[in-house]
């Protein structure tokens, strides 16, 4: 390794200004925020922190929001470094935990700095100088984005915080709130791209020309027409090539091979693939290439020898989705880093760290399925996409290029694609776990000041400014009204008892007027009282004040402003203290449920400090109530795969049954479920709580030695939806073996359900 205080820093190629800075800032012994587009070379100033830690004798941590991510990490800094300077913690693997650095994955890292489940904060950051939080926009993410807020409001100021953070809106904003809650932090902001993008558009009726989307000027080409739509007559399905296909032709054509084309549906990615496969796409020497690291591999991992899309990799073409066995992506991953595969249709989720940058990204459509409908894509989801386009060292320029449909005019793609990132939005929310960590290390007020340290209270200033722009003007308002210039300097008081006279003198001079066209010998007495007031509204300055009306209608309005008044402070105060509060009703229901006494864990608050799922107290009531009590090691794994499965969205063909025991336990379960929500209802809380065993009997079978091919036969599951919620469940078995407190049975039960399995194709690919 070289030594870092050489010229340009030890690095063997000329460094971008931004890293040159961020570099500065390391040496100065600040923490830093980068924020840079995807491709820049953020990664370089991890690198020099590493370098730096090295140097130093001291040790730095690394944290990626994804497993997959931290593996690839770890495989090219055990490269770089040495495999004995390098160690991985992803929950599930430990390998070398002492290293100088240690990849991980955020929540790891999270779970360090509470010191419950994996020792003591001091031992966990012994001689930590750095840490680097990457991809740190995943605080965008609606359901782990509070991981990395908890990571930075606990870790220790002497720990130095490297940021990477994809182009964000408010960068500056981030940067102030570390500066706050952490320590001296700078922010190095760059729009700069090593392989700038040019934007391209193609529809059905371009047939194989793709346009340019934008002038030089940086206008809407004229050229571009909206699509119309087709009737069906019109269209000859399964006659012509698809769309997909032309587009992947012309790129071949035009040498702007290998792209990443997104959509995202996981059967259009498959159905894309296969339709590509009578596609000639690689040389001679690339399909020997490709045949030698398929065969290596398979050797390696045997059970992916019969996988059905096999045949499309010997094309050049591959899916890629959450829906695919880990093993099948890491090879497809492995084929297109070495340039192997030409055209990878995927699912967004490979637009999220993994390294597998193309000449090309192709986006299928500016709008996606959301639980609430359609929507269009938001700025930054356009730019993560988009940014995977242009190898840096290879490609002179990258290339986008956007499909075009009838539902959406080209003013609408070229406004996405010019548009600038959005801003990180806080998704801090107290859970459960969090309560009880606290709660063992700080009195309550004390916990109250590090909730109100979140970036969502630091941003909820932003977001409730226009509230106190109203405020401010009702205010202003009243203030004007209780203090108007009055001529005469009558008070409040005296001219709200003129209006009254007024009113009774109208009153009684229509009375009059009536009484007399009626003949009634009432009117003379109502005739002089109409007098009688006239002269006391003759006495007052109001009379002939021309101000009067205006004086006595600002007064009339007051209430109004002052009912207004209240319900905005209310609302600013209600807003602003929103976290403390989903705080104090979490401590509500621990306090019901028996986890907190005297504001400190029980025994069972303890183990729910270390829990780790979606709604701690329910799990750990679970372990305690005696319903998994006598299970063999697949009914347990069935039992906690239900609480490891949330709602499905679709219904699926069900050939197994679990075992008369599962369901026992299974309705026990759901009574308790019942009464915790009720406790929850009560309480203003909506932890959710999964109990969903749509995959139990599977896991049930495959614990008990089922071969995985029987498993899976005659079911549209996709396998790596079933791997993923096996090593949910794997997550949560290994939780029985680690968390204080659990009866010693239950965890050697967990502890065999774990090997059981943990095998292919379930064991982590690595």
């Not at 959450?322 to 699912?347: H, N, R, Y």
């Not at 759901?670 to 896991?699: E, G, R, T």
């Not at 996709?718 to 949910?728: A, L, M, N, T, Y």
């Amino acid at each position: 390794m070289k030594d870092i205080k050489q010229d340009n820093y030890g690095f063997s190629f000329q460094l971008d200004e931004f890293q040159i800075e961020a570099i500065k800032h390391i040496n100065d012994g600040k923490s830093v925020v980068v924020c840079a587009p995807t491709g820049a070379g953020k990664t370089v100033i991890a690198e020099y922190a590493i370098m730096r830690a090295l140097e130093q004798g001291k040790r730095l941590f690394y944290t990626t929001p994804l497993k997959a991510l931290s593996n690839q990490k770890f495989h090219d800094f055990s490269t770089l470094y040495g495999e004995d300077k390098v160690g991985l913690l992803t929950g599930d693997i430990s390998i070398c935990r002492d290293a100088q650095i240690v990849v991980m994955t955020t929540e790891v890292f999270r779970n360090m700095l509470y010191g419950t489940t994996l020792g003591k904060i001091e031992e966990n950051l012994k001689n930590v100088n750095y840490v680097v939080l990457d991809e740190v926009h995943y605080m965008n993410d609606e359901q782990r984005g509070t991981v990395w807020e908890e990571s930075i409001i606990y870790c220790p100021n002497y720990v130095k915080i490297v940021a990477l953070s994809a182009t964000i809106a408010n960068a500056q904003e981030l940067t102030n709130w570390i500066n706050e809650v952490h320590g001296k932090t700078e922010l190095v902001n760059s729009d700069f791209r090593p392989v700038p993008l040019r934007f391209f558009y193609f529809a059905e009726s371009y047939e194989n020309r793709i346009l340019p989307l934008f002038t030089p000027n940086g206008t809407l080409n004229k050229s571009i027409r909206p699509e119309r739509r087709t009737r069906r007559f019109e269209r000859r399905l399964g006659k012509e090539e698809k769309l997909h296909v032309k587009l992947i032709k012309v790129l071949n054509d035009k040498d702007m091979l290998p792209a990443i084309y997104f959509t995202f549906s996981r059967k259009r990615c498959n159905k894309n693939a296969e339709d590509c496969i009578n596609l000639n796409l690689l040389n001679k020497f690339e399909e020997r290439r490709l045949n030698q690291i398929i065969d290596e591999y398979i050797v390696e991992n045997p059970y992916l020898a019969k996988h059905k899309q096999l045949e499309y990799l010997y094309h050049g073409v591959a899916a890629h989705h959450a829906g695919l066995l880990p093993g099948w992506k890491g090879l497809i991953e492995k084929l297109f880093q070495q340039g192997l595969i030409k055209a990878v249709f995927a699912t967004e989720t490979l637009a999220a760290g993994i390294n597998m940058p193309a000449r090309t990204t192709i986006i299928s459509s500016i709008s996606k399925k959301s639980d609430e409908g359609h929507r269009i894509l938001t700025p930054s989801e356009y730019l993560q996409m988009s940014g995977r386009a242009g190898r840096r060292g290879m490609d002179e320029v990258g290339y986008v290029v956007t499909i075009g449909d009838p539902f959406h005019p080209p003013e609408e793609i070229a406004e996405l694609a010019s548009s600038a990132a959005n801003p990180l939005e806080s998704r801090f929310t107290p859970g459960y776990s969090m309560v009880m960590n606290l709660l063992q290390k700080f009195s309550v007020e004390e916990a109250r000041e590090l909730i109100l340290k979140s970036f969502g209270y630091h941003t909820s200033v932003e977001r409730l400014r226009p509230l106190h722009t109203e405020f401010e003007r009702i205010h202003n308002l009243i203030d004007e009204i209780k203090n108007y210039n009055c001529p005469y300097k009558l008070k409040e008081d005296d001219i709200k008892e003129f209006n009254k006279l007024k009113n009774l003198h109208i009153q009684y001079r229509k009375t009059a007027k009536a009484l007399k066209q009626q003949g009634s010998p009432e009117a003379q007495e109502y005739e002089q009282k109409t007098r009688e007031f006239e002269g006391q509204l003759k006495k007052s300055k109001c009379y002939v004040c021309k101000a009067y009306r205006k004086h006595l209608k600002s007064l009339e309005i007051l209430p109004r402003f002052e009912k207004k008044y209240r319900r905005i402070q209310e609302t600013i105060e209600y807003e602003k203290d929103v976290y403390w509060r989903q705080f104090l009703n979490l401590m509500k229901v621990a306090q019901i449920t028996g986890h907190i006494e005297d504001n400190y864990p029980t025994n069972k608050g303890l183990m729910t400090a270390a829990a780790r799922t979606e709604n701690e107290i329910f799990f750990v009531e679970l372990l305690t109530k005696g319903f998994l009590k006598g299970l063999s090691h697949a009914e347990l794994a069935a039992i906690l795969c239900a609480v490891a499965t949330e709602e499905s969205r679709t219904s699926f063909y069900q050939k197994f049954k679990v075992s008369k025991s599962v369901r026992k336990a299974l309705y026990d379960a759901h009574d308790l479920m019942k009464q915790i929500w009720k406790v929850q209802q009560d309480c203003n809380v909506s932890v959710p709580i999964n109990l969903n065993p749509d995959y139990s009997a599977f896991i049930e079978q495959w614990a008990g030695g089922m071969d995985w091919e029987e498993l899976l036969s005659g079911s549209e599951i996709d396998e790596g939806d079933v791997v993923r919620i096996f090593k949910r469940t794997i997550d949560l078995l290994r939780q029985l073996t680690i968390i204080s407190g659990v009866d010693v049975e239950l965890s050697k039960t967990a502890s065999m359900a774990m090997d059981c399995i943990n095998r292919d194709p379930v064991s982590e690919v690595l």
